[in-house]
Nanobody, 121 residues
Framework: QVQLVESGGALVQAGGSLRLSCAAS????????MGWFRQAPGEEREFVAA????????DYADSVKGRFTISRDNAKSTVYLQMNSLKPEDTAVYYC??????????????WGQGTQVTVSS
């Protein structure tokens, strides 16, 4: 069983930047595909970004491509989401997820509790 804990959420102004972190418990972190999802009030959870175990393969939702960067530090069992040029539409609870498979947008088995990101207009 894997436990994921997100951190770094905050209130920021439009155009600002924020870096989210997700710390994973347990062993073999490098074997997991990691993803970030988000859910805004009244909306469905949506895919944001994913990264393969070795960090060489990434996938981004069109809405964040060019603005967000996902990365990981396997030595620290941590995945990051660097968010730049933030927009009010980015306001949501951001969730970290993990899977043993290799499907960036589906198949996640473990989820964190989420961290709130609020972008003021």
């Amino acid at each position: 069983q894997v436990q994921l804990v997100e951190s770094g959420g905050a209130l920021v102004q439009a155009g600002g930047s924020l870096r989210l972190s997700c710390a994973a418990s347990g062993r073999s972190f490098s074997t997991y595909t990691m993803g970030w999802f988000r859910q805004a009030p009244g909306e469905e959870r949506e895919f944001v970004a994913a990264i393969g175990g070795g960090g060489g393969i990434t996938d981004y939702a069109d809405s964040v491509k060019g603005r967000f960067t996902i990365s990981r530090d396997n030595a620290k069992s941590t995945v990051y989401l660097q968010m730049n040029s933030l927009k009010p539409e980015d306001t949501a609870v951001y969730y970290c997820a993990a899977q043993r498979g290799y499907y960036p947008r589906a198949g996640y088995d473990y989820w964190g509790q989420g961290t709130q990101v609020t972008v003021s207009s």
